[in-house]
């Protein structure tokens, strides 16, 4: 399964009233898995794990801004005058 057909079937879920109701009445990931390949999503425990994994690490880097290194170079000015 790609990220797409999770995007997609994410996007199934919010857009379809039916289907959002379908996912209310289940309490584990295993049933919600099944419901979605009962809808032609094949999506995989793995593929949430890895997606969370993914959405973790993209909320790090938008929240912490890391300084870059500078470094100071100190040319002698005489060696570059004509």
């Known amino acids: 399964m790609s990220r797409e057909?999770?995007?997609t079937s994410i996007h199934a879920v919010e857009h379809?009233?039916?289907l959002r109701e379908e996912v209310k009445k289940?309490?584990?990931t295993n049933s919600i898995l099944n419901l979605a390949l009962d809808y032609g999503f094949s999506i995989t425990n793995k593929d949430l794990k890895e997606n969370n994994k993914t959405s973790i690490a993209m909320k790090y880097f938008k929240t912490n801004k890391?300084?870059?290194i500078k470094?100071?170079?100190?040319?002698?000015i005489n060696?570059?005058?004509a």
């Open 26 to 28: 289940y309490q584990d």
């Open 66 to 68: 890391i300084t870059p």
């Open 71 to 76: 470094i100071q170079v100190k040319f002698p």
């Open 79 to 81: 060696k570059f005058r």
């Open 16 to 18: 379809s009233s039916t």
């Open 5 to 7: 057909e999770l995007r």
